[in-house]
């Protein structure tokens, strides 16, 4: 079964701008999560998503948004980036729902740079 | 609410050393407790797991039993190698699916 995609791998792009990444689960998982992981804040958790609804949400701006398509693929945008956005952007698939089934498995991640 | 606290980093050892990392966590009814592994470069991968009271996850030589009477999970190897060099995160799945992650812990095995 292949794994948990994402892309791009790597992002640059300047303050102002916005920006698209993209995750695609592992085929069967209906529940998509992102999170930020930088190296002063560690990972922390953005939303997630199941059967194209925002389920949770971590405490992010409203620029950071996000959505699932009906085959689960997801994407997140971050618009009017800033300097501090610079990081790497994890997705997690899970089955969800199921006692003893609901770990996620992660992406390779897209590492983004604000310049 | 829900969190997860585990042992400050970094952490060094030489090769064939014990390691212990600590995991403690603060929850609402009844967790399931992680240990994800994240190498250089790379996302996070599930290393074990646990999904109730005085389960034992294991994988790869790594042990962590689910106690709930002390709320921790405790990573533990016998004999770490120099490909166990990584970060180490506890987690734990709350109501709805949410995923609460430690800080992480750089582990770094020398020869």
């Known amino acids: 079964k292949a794994g948990v995609t994402q892309t791009p791998r790597y992002l640059i792009k300047t303050r102002g701008q916005q920006v698209t990444l993209s995750c695609s689960p592992i085929s069967g998982h209906r529940s998509v999560s992102w999170y930020q992981q930088t190296p002063g804040q560690g990972l922390q958790f953005l939303f997630e998503?199941?059967?194209?609804?925002?389920?949770n949400k971590g405490n992010f701006p409203g620029r950071f948004s996000g959505r699932q398509f009906s085959n689960s693929r997801s994407e997140m945008n971050v618009s009017t980036l800033e300097l501090g956005d610079s990081a790497l952007y994890l997705c997690?698939?899970?089955?969800?729902?199921?006692?003893?089934?609901?770990?996620?498995?992660f992406g390779p991640g897209t590492r983004l740079t604000v310049l | 609410g829900n969190s997860v606290t585990q042992m400050e980093g970094p952490v060094t050892l030489s090769e064939e050393a014990f390691l212990t990392i600590n995991c403690t966590y603060t929850?609402?009814?009844?967790?399931?407790l992680f240990w994800y592994v994240q190498y250089p470069g790379e996302g996070l991968q599930l290393l074990l797991k646990?999904?109730?009271?005085?389960d034992k996850g294991s994988n790869k030589g790594f042990e962590a039993t689910y106690r709930k009477e002390t709320t921790s999970f405790h990573l533990e190897k016998g004999s770490v190698q120099v490909s166990d060099s990584a970060v180490y995160f506890c987690?734990?799945?709350?109501?709805?699916?949410?995923?609460?992650f430690g800080t992480g812990t750089s582990l770094t095995v020398i020869p």
């Open positions: 997690a698939s899970s089955l969800a729902g199921q006692v003893g089934y609901n770990e996620q498995f």
């Open positions: 646990a999904t109730k009271a005085d």
């Open positions: 998503y199941f059967s194209e609804t925002q389920r």
């Open positions: 929850a609402t009814g009844y967790p399931s």
């Open positions: 987690a734990l799945s709350g109501p709805g699916n949410q995923f609460y």
